[in-house]
Every structure is written in C-alpha cells, then in structure tokens.
C-alpha cells in the first residue's frame, strides 16, 4: 500500500520511487509534504545553492511548415507578424549579448520552408566570429530532425557538423508530452515521442549535454507527465547528459485550445516541479523557467525542490506570443534578489554548470 510515510521513508533513505508513488503524489493535495521531500532531495545535490546564468534568447525566425495546436509564435510565409532575421541582425544581437556579460546564447526558431540547412551551419559560424565567448547552446530535436530531412543528411552528421560549426548544447525543447496519444491531439505534425527519445539518444552519444522539457496543463492527463518524466529517467540512465528538467506550464490565452483550457494554477506548477525533482533522481538540476511561471511562483519554488532560474533572456518571444504575463527579461541583479530574498545563495554558471561566481 502506498502512503505518504513509505514514499518518504526511500525518499529518506536515497530509494528510487515508483511511477506509481508519483501518481500518488500528484493525486495528493498536501502539497507541504510534497514540497519538504523534495527540497529534502534537492539539498543533498545542490545544497542551498541557487544557479542562474546571463544569457540572450534569439529566434531567427517564427515562419514554421508546422501548425502545433498549442503554439502562438509560429507563422506562415507572408502572414502578418512573419519574419526571418538576417545574419546581420542575428550577429548584432550576440555581440550585444557579449557586451553585457552573456556567456550562452540560446537559439531556436520555426522549421522555415527556405531556408537550407547551410544556412544553420553559416549562423552558428557567424556567432562564433562575432561573439567568441559565448557558449552557442542551440535547436530543439525538433529543429535537428528537420535540419536531416531537408539536407539529406543523417542526424549523426547533422549534429556533426552543426558541433564543428560551434554548437556547444541544446535546450531540450520539442519534447512537449512525449505520450503518443497526447502528442498526437497538440502536435500531430511534429516527430513522435519515441523519434525525439532517439535524437536526444543521438545528440547525447555526440557528447552534447542537453536538457530536457515537459509542457504541461493542457489536454494531459498527470498518467501522462509521469510517463514522459519516466521516459526520461529511463534515457539518463543510459547516457547521463540531461542537465536539467524544465517543466513549461502552458500558456492558454493565445493559443488554438484556450477555448477548452484555462493554463495552470500556482498550486499545479509548484507540485509539478517538486514531484519532479523526487521523481527524476538522476537528473542533477530542476529549472523553474520563470517567463512561464512569473517570477513569484519561480521564487517560492526555491522551497520546493528548484535549484535553476534559467537566466537574463532579455527577449523572449515564443511563451509571450502565447500570452505569457512575465516581462521579456530580468535583470542580473533582479534574478539575484528574487533568489537571496528565497534564503538561497546565487550562483551565476555557465551553460555547463560550472561556478562562474557566487553571490
């Protein structure tokens, strides 16, 4: 039998807990207990520290062959908002990044009908000449997967030469739910769970760390985020390069399901996140993204088990153009307060985690 006192005895005692133990938690309302076992959790790994990073989004473009019923951002060639940025304009803005103290750089984009896959390699190439210090992390499977069909090439030689061209990471994005039957009401265009399982397989065998996503509060069920995070753990332990977990609440307000959906709650968010951090014992950070979040539930899941702040973003499009309220960046300073205001220590890090300094 299940209770509450058996998850926190292994959870005490460094035990792995079942799918079953989690769907357990999630079906539980006493979110303190919930909340105090994974800060439990959260402080054998990470102790109080708090790691955040000074890095710039850039989309190069939202024009995208996909229509995914959750998304806001993407467009068609020619519909009003579309564009695609010039190399120019995509160099400017990681100099600008570099000039303010960046150390990453943060690069996804729509599957533009187009643009050739040299283009990619040309842009990552560019950056590196115009903004040597910044770590490129880069692509969501998503994007690989496209990047293979429309060259010809294997993912293997994708990730190969986009790697030689100065791609450092990847953000883990595309995953959404990785069940099928969900995947195939929200994004039925986008590649399966099981072929995004595969590329990451691939990217990760290629000595890329990446990180790892889950949209969640839609049409899922809480069956269907604990079999994604299961997926997930199955994977690390092979290979051991997911970095982080980033749960996304799903923002409702612009996209094709807000007639049936509402979002998340607080409550939901902050459960979420801390059955993650129990659940996926062998990833060694949780990310609360605050543009989704907004910076006070970030905040307050400091105690819940969050050891990531994600970073400065300074301009965030694809959660805002679904209706996100956060402002489109914060400030190095304000990332540090929201953290020391949570009792925690700000670490500033690179990409790969290592300390750059603490706060």
Known sequence: MITFETISTKVRTGQRISTEEALFLFRSNDLLIIGE????????????????????????????????????FSRTVGEDGAYTLALDEICLRAREAEEEGATEVHIVGGLHPDLPFEFYEETLCAIRRTAPKLHIKAFTVVEIEYFSRISGLTV?????????????SMPGGGAEILVEEVRNK?????????????????????????????????????????AHMEMLRILQDETGCFQAFIPLAFQAENSDLKLDLKGTSGLDDLKTLAIA??????????????????????????AFGVNDLDGTVVEEKIGHDAGASSPQSLTKEGIIRLIKHAGKIPV????????????
């Open 186 to 226: 929200i994004c039925p265009e986008k590649i399966s769970g099981a072929h995004w399982l595969e590329i990451i397989r691939l990217a990760h065998l290629a000595g890329l760390k990446t990180n790892a996503t889950m949209l969640y509060g839609h049409v899922e069920t809480v069956s269907d985020r604990v």
């Open 156 to 168: 293997e030689k994708v990730l190969d030469r986009l790697m030689n061209s100065g791609l450092g």
């Open 348 to 359: 500033e890090r690179d990409t790969l985690y290592h300390p750059i300094r603490n706060y």
């Open 277 to 302: 951090r129990i659940f996926l014992d062998n990833f060694p950070h949780i990310k609360a993204y605050w543009v989704m979040l907004g910076e006070k539930i970030a905040q307050v899941s400091l």
């Open 37 to 72: 076992l994974a800060a439990l959790v959260n402080e054998r790994k990470n102790s109080t520290n708090v790691y955040f990073n000074v890095n710039r989004h850039i989309n190069p473009t939202n024009i995208c062959v996909n229509r995914c019923a959750f998304c806001a």
